[in-house]
């Protein structure tokens, strides 16, 4: 890709010396690498080398620097980084990257930031949240540096199907992980969720600003996840999906954010066909299912599958119920 990508919070444009430099060092953890062979590598001057460490020593990378021996990586810790996202992303998402260590929300800070005139295609990305945002105002709980946790900024014309996009985030996610799609917005491995999706909604006079957020849990062992979720939660490499390779986020991330522009055009192109693929990617269908009304009601029933509202279908006694995942803030497949 020769496309360069923009760290606002650097304020740097970030492409391929960058990356080069920073995968030099990467194979050779604990070995000093040259100023000259990395100068040779990226066609820059020795002094260009060094401005380049600089910046990945800023993004917290431990580097150390002697002279005549050159630069060598203390560590090899894993990383969501401008440097490391290049090469991954689309240029649509390319333009504005916010990356974070810890974050209260990328979902919240993307809002902000929309709603402070953000670009479309502003990308925020966290290794932790705080206060990680989930379905119906529930926190998403993700330890420290396992996890996919990022938010998307994209603007619409008056008259785009916006009431779809629900649907098309999820069906995004789906194809994007590999993962099973189950209703209303989470992606499972069985019956345990590894990921889900929010979308926010901000509705201008001629166009309207949409947040897509993904919260996906890549690595790691899920008895490592606060009690109250043992034995609900599953992590993509202990399913077996993936490994530990750090290549692993960068990768998903570009899946999604590519698997998101394609299924966009999708909706815009052919928004029936769309619908039929998300019916066809949910599961639990005939499956016995609990929920939660709004008003407190604890009700029960057979999942039927989705409408073309998004809503779920739920036969109880013989009755069609359709549930609104705005309205129903618990929904558990049980058998």
Same mark, same amino acid.
């Given at each position: 890709?020769?496309?360069?990508?923009?760290?606002?919070?650097?304020?740097?444009?970030?492409?391929?010396?960058?990356?080069?430099?920073?995968?030099?060092?990467?194979?050779?953890?604990? =070995?000093?690498?040259?100023?000259?062979?990395?100068?040779?590598?990226?066609?820059?001057?020795?002094?260009?080398?060094?401005?380049?460490?600089?910046?990945?020593?800023? &993004?917290?990378?431990?580097?150390?620097?002697?002279? +005549?021996?050159?630069?060598?990586?203390?560590?090899?810790?894993?990383?969501?980084?401008?440097?490391?996202?290049?090469?991954?992303?689309?240029?649509?998402?390319?333009?504005?990257?916010?990356?974070?260590?810890?974050?209260?929300?990328?979902?919240?800070?993307?809002?902000?930031?929309?709603?402070?005139?953000?670009?479309?295609?502003?990308?925020?990305?966290?290794?932790?949240?705080?206060?990680?945002?989930?379905?119906?105002?529930?926190?998403?709980?993700?330890?420290? *540096?396992?996890?996919?946790? &990022?938010?998307?900024?994209?603007?619409?014309?008056?008259?785009?199907?916006?009431?779809?996009?629900?649907?098309?985030?999820?069906?995004?996610?789906?194809?994007?992980?590999?993962?099973?799609?189950?209703?209303?917005?989470?992606?499972?491995?069985?019956?345990? +969720?590894?990921? *889900?999706?929010?979308?926010?909604? &901000?509705?201008?006079?001629?166009?309207?600003?949409?947040?897509?957020?993904?919260?996906?849990?890549?690595?790691?062992?899920?008895?490592?996840?606060?009690?109250?979720?043992?034995?609900?939660?599953?992590?993509?490499?202990?399913?077996?999906?993936?490994?530990?390779?750090?290549?692993?986020?960068?990768?998903?991330?570009? +899946?999604?954010?590519?698997?998101?522009?394609?299924?966009?055009?999708?909706?815009?192109?052919?928004? =029936?066909?769309?619908?039929?693929?998300?019916?066809?990617?949910?599961?639990?269908?005939?499956? =016995?299912?609990?929920?939660?009304?709004?008003? *407190?009601?604890?009700?029960?029933?057979?999942?039927? *599958?989705?409408?073309?509202?998004? =809503?779920?279908?739920?036969?109880?006694?013989?009755?069609?119920?359709?549930?609104?995942?705005?309205?129903?803030?618990?929904?558990?497949?049980?058998?």
């Amino acid at each position: 890709m020769s496309h360069t990508l923009l760290d606002q919070r650097k304020e740097r444009e970030v492409g391929a010396p960058e990356q080069i430099v920073l995968h030099s060092l990467q194979e050779n953890v604990g =070995k000093f690498v040259s100023g000259t062979s990395l100068a040779r590598k990226v066609s820059a001057s020795r002094t260009g080398v060094w401005n380049i460490v600089q910046y990945l020593i800023d &993004l917290g990378y431990g580097i150390e620097a002697r002279t +005549k021996r050159g630069y060598r990586l203390v560590s090899a810790r894993n990383r969501l980084t401008p440097p490391e996202l290049w090469g991954y992303l689309p240029l649509f998402f390319s333009r504005s990257v916010h990356c974070f260590n810890t974050l209260t929300s990328t979902h919240e800070l993307a809002r902000r930031l929309a709603l402070e005139g953000a670009p479309e295609g502003t990308l925020v990305i966290a290794e932790y949240q705080s206060q990680g945002k989930g379905r119906s105002g529930r926190v998403w709980h993700a330890p420290l *540096g396992h996890s996919l946790l &990022l938010s998307v900024l994209v603007d619409f014309p008056e008259g785009f199907p916006l009431h779809q996009l629900p649907i098309t985030l999820a069906l995004a996610s789906q194809r994007a992980t590999g993962l099973s799609l189950a209703w209303p917005n989470d992606l499972v491995v069985g019956k345990k +969720k590894a990921g *889900g999706v929010l979308l926010t909604l &901000l509705s201008g006079e001629r166009s309207s600003k949409v947040i897509f957020s993904l919260g996906l849990n890549v690595w790691g062992d899920p008895n490592d996840y606060p009690m109250g979720l043992t034995g609900k939660v599953e992590t993509m490499e202990h399913a077996g999906l993936v490994d530990g390779d750090s290549r692993v986020r960068p990768h998903l991330l570009g +899946k999604w954010c590519n698997a998101l522009l394609e299924t966009l055009s999708e909706l815009e192109d052919n928004p =029936k066909a769309q619908l039929k693929a998300w019916q066809d990617a949910l599961v639990g269908r005939g499956e =016995k299912v609990r929920w939660i009304e709004q008003d *407190g009601e604890r009700r029960e029933g057979l999942f039927l *599958g989705g409408d073309e509202g998004g =809503k779920g279908k739920v036969d109880v006694d013989g009755e069609i119920v359709s549930l609104s995942a705005v309205e129903t803030p618990l929904f558990v497949r049980v058998g």
